[in-house]
C-alpha cells in the first residue's frame, strides 16, 4: 500500500531538522506501542508525515493531537494520558520534573538556516562592543555561530542562562525573558523569526535590541513604543469597566491559580464585579457570552499584547489590571511574565 | 459591595427554571468550598448571575467553565478536578456510574412554557390514533400535559424508556433516539424547540414526525429528505479522498475509541491513507492543516450533519463512512447514534 500520499504536501524537511531517529529509539526501548504527536500549527502538515514514517519504523499505532498547540506550555495532558509515549515537537522542554509529563518526549525542530551572514549585517547596527544575545529554540543550535560572527566584527556576545522555563543558555520564549535580564548589557541582538520575542525582549529589559531574522535576512531596530500605547490604551478603555473576568488556562505551563485569586481578590477590594473562568482556548465568544466589559488573562501573557484586536473588550495581563486600580505605582510598563 | 451588574442583562430566569436550592443544599451538606458551574452556551449569560447567587448563599468560591458546551456528553472533566463539586447545568445526567462524574450534580433547565395549546394544535396533523411522544430535557417535566392534550383530541400517546444514555422516558438526544425506536408506532409527536431533534427522529425511525414548538407555537411535518440528500452528496465528494482523518473526541461522552479503530481499519482495508486525530474541539483548521480530503468523525454525530457547510471537506458519520467503502448494503440512510 502507497502512503506517500501525506508527503506530498510537506517541504517542511528542507527547513527543520526533526531527530526522528531519537524517538524512533526511544519508541523502541520503551516497547510503546501507542505513540501521540503534537506539533504546533506551522508545521501540522508534518504531522501525517511523522506519523507514517513512526509506523513505518516501530509499527507502533500513532494517534496525533488535532487541537492547536501553542508552545511547551501547552502539552496534550488527554492525549498523554491515552498513549505510551508523547511526541512532543517544535518546542524545548519546560515544567522539567512534574511527574504528568513523565512521558512526553520533546523532539526539537532545528532550522535548518544559516545565521552568519543577518549576523554579520546586524552588527553595524549594534551600539555597544558587548551586547546579550538571544534567540528562540529553532536557532539555539547556532548560538556559537552567532557569537563567532560577532566577534568577528569586534563584539562581544553574552549569553544568559534563563530560568526554570527555559532549557537553553539564550533562548527566550514569549512568556519569560530571563535569559536576556540576567546579563548586565546596554543592548541585544535577537537572532529569530518575527518581532513577536524581540519586542518581549525589549518591553522586558527596557534596553535597546536589534532583531536578525535569519529566514528573510531583515535587521531591525526594534521600536517598542506602538505596543506600550496600545496597552496604555487598552488600561484605559478598562477604567469603566465594572464586571471582570479572570481568566485562568487549563494549559499545563499556562495555569496561574494564585495569580488569578490575587486578581479577583485586588479587583474585589477595588469594588469590581469579578467572576472567575477556567478556559483552554480564550475566544472571543466567551467574553461576549459571560457579558463581560473587560477580562484579566492569567494565561499566555501574549495573548493580551498580541491578539487584544480580536477580542470585543479590553484583555489586560496581570501588571496591567494593577495599573488599572492603581495599585501599582512603577514609571515603566511592566510586561507581564511566567516563571 | 452592589454586585446587581451580573444580574442585569440575564432574562433566563424567566423562561427557566433552575433548581439552585438544591445545589445550595447539596453544596452546604457536603461542605465543599469551591464550585464549578458549567452552562450550555445559551444560558452563558446565566452563569456569573448563577455564581453570585451560590456565593451569596454558600460563601464557597465560584469557578465558571469558559469553555462551549454542547451537552451532557461534554463535562468539563478538567475543571471537575480543580472543584470538590461541578454543576452542570441545562443537560440531564449522562455517563451515569463513572466514577470520574462523582462530583457532578445536573442541573436541569426547565422550561417554563405550556405545551397545551401547542400539542392541540399538532394533534390535527396526526394521521394516528396511536402515536410515540418524544421531547427535550427542557421540556421532559410536562410529558403528562402533552399525553392528557393528546387524550382529548382522540389520541394515545406512548412513551419510551430510551437506554442507558437517557435520563428520562420519551427523551432524545441529538446522537441517541432510543425512546422513540423502541415504540411500536407509525408516527411520532416531537415537542420542543427547532427541527435538530425531530429531523433525527425521522432519520433514525424512519417515520412520520410531527415537531410542535411550544414557544414559537410551531407546528411541522418534518422532511428529512433535504438532509439525506446533503448526506449522500457528502458520501458522493469523498469518493476521490485518499488521505482520510478518522477523529476521536476528547469529550467524555463522545469519546468512541473502538469505532475509530473500527474506522481506521476499514480505511486501510480499502486502501485509504488513514490518520487518527485526537482532539476537543472540531474545528475546520484542524482539517485544513493536515491536509485531509475527508475525514470520519467519531465525536458527536451532528457535526457531519449540522455543521458539513463550515468544513472545507467532505465529514462523514462512521456508518456514512461505511456506505462510501461499500461495506454497508442498507437501502435506508443509516442515522449514527451513540449509545
Redesign the interface.
Known amino acids: 500500500?502507497d502512503?506517500a500520499?501525506?508527503t506530498s504536501?510537506?517541504s517542511g524537511q528542507d527547513l527543520f531538522d526533526f531527530d526522528l531517529k531519537m524517538a524512533v529509539n526511544l519508541i523502541e526501548k520503551s516497547r510503546a506501542k501507542v505513540i501521540?504527536i503534537q506539533v504546533p500549527?506551522g508545521l501540522?502538515?508534518a504531522?501525517?508525515f511523522i506519523?507514517r514514517e513512526i509506523e513505518k519504523r516501530t509499527n507502533a499505532?500513532?494517534?496525533?493531537?488535532?487541537?492547536?498547540c501553542y508552545g511547551a506550555c501547552d502539552v496534550?495532558m488527554?492525549?498523554c494520558k491515552?498513549v505510551d509515549l508523547l511526541i512532543h515537537i517544535g518546542h524545548s522542554e519546560m515544567l522539567i520534573g512534574d511527574p504528568e509529563l513523565d512521558r512526553v518526549i520533546y523532539l526539537e525542530a532545528r532550522m535548518k538556516v544559516d545565521v552568519k551572514e543577518v549576523v554579520t549585517k546586524a552588527a553595524s547596527l549594534l551600539k555597544s562592543k558587548r551586547v546579550g544575545v538571544i534567540t528562540t529554540v529553532q536557532h539555539h543550535h547556532k548560538i556559537d555561530e552567532i557569537i563567532e560572527a560577532l566577534r568577528e566584527r569586534g563584539i562581544e556576545g553574552m549569553v544568559g542562562s534563563g530560568g526554570e522555563r527555559l532549557r537553553y543558555p539564550g533562548q527566550v520564549l514569549g512568556c519569560n525573558y530571563d535569559a536576556a535580564k540576567c546579563l548586565d548589557v546596554d543592548e541585544y541582538l535577537f537572532v529569530g523569526t518575527g518581532k513577536f520575542h524581540p519586542i518581549g525582549v525589549a518591553l522586558s529589559t527596557g534596553k535597546r535590541v536589534i532583531a536578525a531574522d535569519p529566514v528573510s535576512s531583515e535587521v531591525v531596530l526594534i521600536d517598542p513604543d506602538p505596543m506600550i500605547k496600545r496597552r496604555y490604551g487598552a488600561i484605559a478603555r478598562a477604567m469603566d469597566a465594572?464586571?471582570i473576568?479572570v481568566?485562568?488556562s487549563?494549559k499545563p505551563g499556562q495555569k496561574r491559580?494564585n495569580e488569578a485569586h490575587k486578581m479577583m481578590d485586588l479587583g474585589?477590594k477595588n469594588?469590581k464585579?469579578m467572576?472567575?473562568?477556567?478556559?483552554?482556548?480564550?475566544e472571543p465568544?466567551?467574553l461576549i457570552?459571560?457579558?463581560?466589559e473587560a477580562a484579566v488573562c492569567t494565561a499566555c501573557p501574549r495573548i493580551a499584547l498580541d491578539d487584544q484586536a480580536k477580542y470585543p473588550v479590553p484583555m489586560l495581563t496581570p501588571p496591567e489590571f494593577e495599573i488599572l486600580l492603581g495599585e501599582c505605582v512603577s514609571k515603566n510598563y511592566i510586561l507581564d511574565e511566567i516563571k
Open positions: 500500500m502512503k500520499g501525506w504536501g510537506f501521540g500549527e501540522k502538515r504531522a501525517p506519523a499505532t500513532v494517534v496525533i493531537s488535532g487541537d492547536p496534550d488527554e492525549l491515552d465594572r464586571k473576568a481568566l485562568v487549563k491559580w474585589e469594588d464585579d467572576i472567575l473562568v477556567y478556559l483552554d482556548r480564550i465568544d466567551v457570552n459571560l457579558g463581560v
